[in-house]
């Protein structure tokens, strides 16, 4: 039988969201999951409301669920006594992004894109460099690391999707669709497009994006604009990026109320390789010296 949810109400206050936590950790095969492998882990909007940034969140109703500040503290107070991760600045729990080196195999870096610096979803502010998803004091750690790697691989762990997604024109103009976009990359474009860059102007290779959020499959170039698919593989990727489905929750169908078909994808996005919008599972990264696998 399905499960409910303790407390059975939207949680806000300390006590809810730990009462949520201890329903959530004493899942059985959760445990499991935790007893037989290492975990690095990194919070994501759900762990606070949805579609949260950094000075609120898209189901944060001030007027009546009282200052979002006290309930992001909330949420993230609960997290920190719950969830086994290393804290990088004790003087700030609100800064959890973080690197992880494998010797010289492959740098992983946690990035937060959702509480520490972003600002509000606006898909219209998408090309303003004021519009910000990582924040300045992270972006500039963040790119340091990149610069001054030595390792074979980098691996970066973080929230949405950075592909830039199209559903043809019809599409792109529907208000779900552009709500959609505006909490991706896609709706910081000029974050990404300088990441982009950065990786390009200092020739860094072998850029790994792990990315979750849409509950769906996807493998993607990241496109620069010399990206040619007349190869096999295409040419002129700054990065690839794979991005997990949800063990349970819907995908896209939820979100725009019908089962998009992949050719809509497909016929509109070159540089997305593979997407599956409905069966459900996980990844496996396999890493060694000379190449980097995702298996889905």
């Given amino acids: 039988p399905e499960r409910q949810n303790e407390p059975a109400i939207e949680i806000i206050e300390l006590l809810d969201y730990r009462t949520r936590y201890s329903l959530y950790r004493l899942d059985p095969d959760l445990r499991k999951l935790h007893q037989q492998y290492p975990w690095m882990i990194i919070w994501d909007d759900h762990e606070s409301a949805n579609n949260a940034y950094r000075d609120g969140a898209e189901n944060h109703t001030p007027g009546t669920e009282g200052d979002w500040i006290d309930r992001k503290s909330a949420a993230m107070k609960a997290w920190t006594e719950w969830i086994p991760a290393r804290k990088p600045n004790p003087l700030d729990p609100m800064q959890v992004f973080r690197k992880i080196s494998y010797g010289n195999l492959a740098n992983i870096y946690l990035l937060d894109t ?8 606006n898909f219209s502010a998408t090309n303003d460099t004021a519009h910000h998803l990582l924040g300045l004091a992270q972006r500039n750690w963040f790119y340091n ?3 001054n790697s030595s390792a074979q691989w980098n691996i970066v762990g973080q929230q949405v999707m950075i592909a830039p997604l199209s559903a ?9 669709v552009k709500d959609l976009k505006a909490d991706m990359w896609e709706g910081y474009n000029s974050e990404r497009q300088a990441l982009i860059d950065h990786v390009i102007n200092n020739n860094i290779k072998n850029v790994v994006i792990i990315t979750g959020d849409i509950h769906t499959s996807w493998a993607n ?10 190869t096999t593989p295409a040419t002129g990727s700054a990065m690839v990026e794979f991005v997990a489905t949800s063990v349970t929750s819907p995908g896209l169908e939820a979100w725009l109320g019908t089962n998009p078909p992949p050719s809509l994808v497909y016929d509109n996005n070159p540089h997305i390789i593979y997407v ?20 889905f």
């Fill in 114 to 121: 959702r509480l520490f610096d972003r600002d509000l979803q």
């Fill in 145 to 147: 690391e990149l610069l």
């Fill in 168 to 176: 043809g024109f019809a599409f792109d103009q529907l208000q779900t």
């Fill in 276 to 295: 599956n919008l409905y069966e459900k599972g996980y990844n496996i990264l396999d890493i060694n010296n000379t190449r980097t696998q995702n298996d």
């Fill in 221 to 230: 170039d990241i496109p620069t604009p010399s990206y040619d698919t007349s």
